[in-house]
């Protein structure tokens, strides 16, 4: 079985500044994925950023980063340049073969603050 | 530019009732599957197909039945619908491609009386 664990159930930063959200997942699988996912109050999904967990190499995408730990099984964002628009809830996501199967923590909600 | 497209996007029953959330692509996603959202707890895996004919289940899913006949389509059927499945509801599709990562569908909110 998978888990992901999202310890962190509200966060704030002021804009502009930078901030980390933090994720440990738990799994047996050799092979995975692992995903951060953005839900605006419109509801929608939205991918932020993914990771290939056989790549060693940090990804980045514009304003966001991952601190990905393979051995410790951490998989944290990092946003910098924080702006109002990624107030939100973001979701750490696991994501395994067959037929791209998805597991997410519970969430962090981020306010960024004027 | 369709994306994924559920219906409806609201719905209330009441218990006992059936229904069919509907769930279809327009990508040639090989994948789909449907999620279940609930305050506090994330996204739950409720069943997902590898392609046409293929489904099988995730972590809840008790009370729901799929099938998926054509690439584009995959529904949700609830038999008899019951207040513990009140829920926002996500279907996704994906490709299996090196990342694969999961475009969503805008939710059916779902309420059971």
């Known amino acids: 079985a998978q888990t992901v664990t999202q310890s962190q159930p509200e966060m704030s930063v002021q804009e502009a500044e930078t901030v980390t959200l933090s994720c440990t997942y738990d799994?047996?699988?050799?092979?995975?994925?692992l995903f951060w996912y953005k839900q605006p109050p419109s509801r929608q999904m939205i991918l932020v950023i993914r990771q290939e967990a056989y790549k060693q190499q940090n990804a980045t995408e514009n304003r966001f980063s991952v601190n990905f730990q393979k051995a410790a099984k951490s998989f944290s964002l990092k946003i910098s340049d924080s702006q109002l628009g990624d107030t939100a809830m973001y979701f750490c996501?696991?994501?395994?073969?067959?037929?791209?199967?998805?597991?997410f923590g519970t969430g962090t909600s981020l306010t960024v603050i004027p | 530019n369709a994306g994924v497209t559920q219906t409806p996007k609201f719905q209330v029953l009441k218990t006992g009732q059936s229904m069919t959330l509907q769930c279809a692509q327009d990508?040639?996603?090989?994948?789909m599957s449907w999620y279940r959202q609930d305050p506090g707890m994330g996204l739950r895996l409720i069943h997902y197909s590898v392609g046409a004919g293929i489904t099988d289940q995730g972590e809840v899913p008790n009370g729901y039945n799929v099938s998926r006949s054509t690439t584009e389509d995959f529904p949700l059927r609830l038999l008899s619908a019951a207040p513990s499945q009140t829920s926002v509801y996500f279907c996704a599709s994906s490709v299996h491609s090196e990342l694969g990562a999961a475009f969503f569908g805008q939710g059916t909110r779902l309420t059971v009386v």
């Open positions: 799994t047996s699988e050799s092979n995975y994925y």
């Open positions: 990508m040639n996603h090989e994948y």
């Open positions: 996501a696991f994501m395994k073969r067959p037929g791209n199967q998805f597991y």
